[in-house]
């Protein structure tokens, strides 16, 4: 990821990384977190997204924690940072992501959102409240129970504004398949197009190679999935 700026939102600066294709736009993507924080593998992602002809925004969504990055399996450190997120304060978060794409000429219906586990969540929330050109879920949870105050995302999901897709693993310990399957049921009540894809081989985090879970044909399935998907819906 070649930069970091600063915006402002609600609750004060937010840094925000930001990857720059070498050629032509496609249009923008706003890329978010794992719970983990924005870390080497968040970067990569941004990058592969910008190589793929994305102007790519990275909002660091701990900016009210102190903005770490946690280890891999340190889960007991991630509870003030994740129990410090609410609605308000994210899509306040994702709303200074886009406006930093508009600035740069890319609107809502070439702006894209995609996010990893934690951010994945954030994704969907934001697909149900903005209208965008297109969402991307890997694997989020809340989907049977809310997080973040919020409803459980099957509750969330007819309210899709924004044409969505979600991919899950079916050995995932902490989103059961059932689950899946009811949010798939009700996101195809929404007024846009939306996909869910399960893959049986792989659980949590499988797209990414630093994590015990990543499972590459499910991972790079998923990628070229988000791809095309980005690739239909965004005006760019």
Do not use: K
């Not at 000429?105 to 969540?121: H, N, S």
């Not at 949870?141 to 973040?148: E, S, Y």
Request: glycine share 16%; proline share 6%.
């Amino acid at each position: 990821m070649a930069t970091t700026v600063t915006v402002s939102t609600a609750d004060g600066p937010m840094a925000l990384g930001v990857a720059e294709p070498e050629g032509g736009r496609r249009g923008g993507v706003v890329l978010c977190q794992e719970a983990f924080g924005v870390n080497s593998h968040i970067s990569a992602v941004a990058d592969r997204l910008a190589a793929a002809g994305y102007l790519t925004v990275v909002p660091h969504l701990y900016h009210r924690t102190g903005d770490p990055v946690v280890d891999y399996g340190e889960y007991a450190a991630l509870g003030p940072h994740m129990e410090a997120l609410g609605e308000a304060g994210l899509m306040a978060d994702v709303d200074a992501a886009v406006g930093r794409l508009a600035d740069d000429g890319i609107g809502p219906a070439a702006t894209g959102i995609v996010g990893f586990c934690m951010g994945g969540t954030v994704a969907f929330l934001s697909a149900v409240r903005r209208r965008l050109g297109a969402a991307v879920t890997f694997y989020g949870g809340g989907v049977g129970t809310g997080r973040f105050g919020l409803p459980p995302l099957v509750e969330l999901a007819p309210g899709l504004q924004t044409p969505w897709l979600g991919l899950y693993g079916d050995r995932d310990q902490s989103i059961p398949v059932a689950d899946v399957e009811a949010l798939a049921a009700a996101a195809a009540r929404a007024p846009v197009e939306t996909e869910v894809v399960r893959y049986g081989e792989a659980g949590h985090g499988f797209h990414c190679d630093e994590r015990a879970d990543y499972h590459e044909p499910s991972a790079a399935d998923a990628w070229g999935r988000a791809l095309e998907f980005f690739g239909r819906h965004l005006a760019g």
